[in-house]
């Protein structure tokens, strides 16, 4: 709740601001969860995101819609001829040309559904047509087909729409864990820009806090210098010391300014919204297991849902490439009742019987081996795609054992940093005492600070990458470790919301 809060303060945080660019400068304060949430709500990457999973939602839902029964009305009206048409005489064999002016209108409604056992269509439909001919002499003519049934059946042993309830489900399985992983791979983004700028704000205040005591330090080394307790030498260092403070300050200024121009673009925050970020001092107890890691991302990754839909697509295409190498046939058979008249209700009364049944067939008996190669081509580019599907393994295996075992070694990698940055400045503080008692020299004084500076820079980068590493492992396995969970995709609230979008937009 407490993130849900914050979450929302800060979307009205970035409309006031782009309601009036001329408010004051709003102060955000952000942690790394917090950071988070708000870039898997509001950054551009989130939305591509959601658009994406939309697109794979859509073509999914016209899967669907094509294995449900389809209506149509089909008409032609007003359909008006007049030429002269080409008419050749049976017995004779003479062709004469004949005035036609007839003028036709007609309607077609069938109910269309796909078997996706057998790879057929049948359709019921209804047909009504009327001709009338305005020459030689006048006349009105009705064709009724009142209902006829008919079903068309491919032969050839390859059926596209079983091999779409194979797969197509599957793609959409892959569309809402691509979703799930788009938005981890947004978390660890926005991780990664949370330690950058956090690491500027922390080298800009150690660089003012460092000018600050080396001021102090230089008033005191006058001093000293004017009763001749430190050398000329020891004074001009120091006052070097104070001037490369300076530039140090306007460096790393110009470093957080850069960071913070990156994090603002990526979050989605305009120039109006100052941040600055709290360091993550708390760290779970939390020690994975290699074998525990492999088995969540083979079950949860969409990288080998991926590799799976890979597989059975080349081995489609194998079986549609055999299909159309030899024999190609297919069964038509249509039954039902038609009738002619001279008005509507003798063109319906007492209809006679409609059967049309026929098998079509195109065999290739010369095709210069077209047929075969197209074969052999799918079989290589399966053999290919499995070979593929071993490397991208492989190669998976490789990444997630190396984040694994550099994710478990980190938490004590922060320990030993943490009393590194501890250690270092007792020391320095210690240094600063002892130079103005006049015991140490400016070069030791400056090396004690430089350790501190470094040691304090070696503990926030290894606390950046312990986070970095646990989020990407969390990305390739779409599992919460801390919590025990695994992360599911929230698509019921896209789903409402574009549906509302698309319902204001009608």
């Known amino acids: 709740m407490k993130h849900i809060r914050f979450l929302v303060k800060s979307l009205l945080l970035v409309f006031s601001c782009n309601v009036s660019l001329a408010q004051e400068n ?20 989130a939305m591509l995101a959601r658009h994406n999973f939309l697109v794979s939602y859509w073509e999914y839902r016209t899967y669907k819609s094509q294995r449900l029964p389809s209506l149509t009305l089909t008409g032609n009206v007003g359909q008006y001829n007049r030429s002269l048409v080409q008419v050749q005489n049976y017995q004779t064999g003479e062709i004469s040309y004949v005035n036609n002016n007839n003028l036709q209108n007609s309607l077609y409604m069938t109910l269309n559904q796909n078997i996706a056992l057998t790879g057929g269509t049948l359709s019921v439909s209804t ?6 001919q305005f020459s030689p002499h006048r006349s009105i003519t009705y064709n009724a087909n009142p209902v006829f049934v008919s079903y068309n059946q491919p032969l050839n042993g ?4 079983r091999w779409s309830k194979k797969i197509e489900p599957k793609r959409f399985d892959l569309a809402k864990k691509t ?24 080298n800009l205040m150690l660089a003012k806090d460092n000018s ?10 006058l001093k000293r210098f004017e009763i001749g307790a430190i050398s000329r030498d020891d004074l001009l260092q120091m006052e070097l010391k104070v001037y490369n403070d300076s530039l140090s300050v306007k460096d790393m200024d110009l470093m957080h300014k850069m960071a913070l121009q990156k994090f603002r673009t990526f979050m989605g925050f305009n120039e109006t919204v100052e941040i600055s970020l709290i360091s993550p001092e708390q760290r779970p107890d939390v020690l994975l297991d290699l074998d525990d890691v492999f088995q969540k991302v083979q079950t949860n990754s ?41 008005d509507i ?17 195109t065999i290739p008996l010369v095709d210069w081996g077209l047929g075969a190669g197209r074969v052999k081509v799918a079989r290589s580019q399966q053999k290919v795609v499995e070979a593929n599907a071993v490397k991208t393994i ?39 005492q002892r130079f103005i008692n006049g015991t140490i020299s400016v070069m030791e004084l400056n090396n004690a600070q430089a350790e501190m500076n470094s040691a304090k820079q070696r503990y926030l980068r290894d606390i950046g990458n312990y986070w970095m590493y646990y989020y990407s492992i969390r990305s390739l396995s779409l599992y919460d470790y801390i919590n025990d969970r695994q992360i599911d995709a929230d698509t019921s609230g896209i789903l409402r919301s574009d549906e509302t979008g698309s319902a204001g937009e009608r």
């Open 158 to 161: 390859y059926n596209a729409l």
């Open 26 to 45: 709003i102060e955000l304060c952000l942690d790394m969860e917090q950071t988070i949430a708000t870039a898997q709500s509001q950054s551009l990457s």
């Open 345 to 361: 209700v003798k063109a319906y009364a007492s209809p006679l019987d409609k059967e049309i049944v026929g098998v079509s067939f």
């Open 394 to 432: 492989n190669s998976l295996k490789e990444s997630i054992t190396y984040k694994v075992l550099q994710f478990n070694k980190q938490d004590a990698q922060c320990d030993i940093s943490l009393q590194a940055a501890r250690i270092s400045e007792a020391r320095y503080e210690s240094a600063v």
């Open 212 to 221: 600050d005591k080396d001021n102090i330090l230089y008033q005191q080394a």
């Open 127 to 132: 047909l009504l047509n009327r001709l009338d």
């Open 302 to 342: 969409p990288d080998y849902l991926a590799l799976q839909i890979n597989k059975d697509t080349a081995e489609q295409a194998v079986a549609s490439a055999k299909s159309n190498a030899g024999l190609s046939a297919s069964l038509h058979a249509e039954f039902g009742m038609n009738q002619v008249g001279t």
């Open 179 to 202: 979703f799930v992983k788009a938005m981890e791979e947004v978390g660890c983004t926005a991780i990664e820009l949370f330690f950058a700028l956090l690491d500027a704000q922390n």
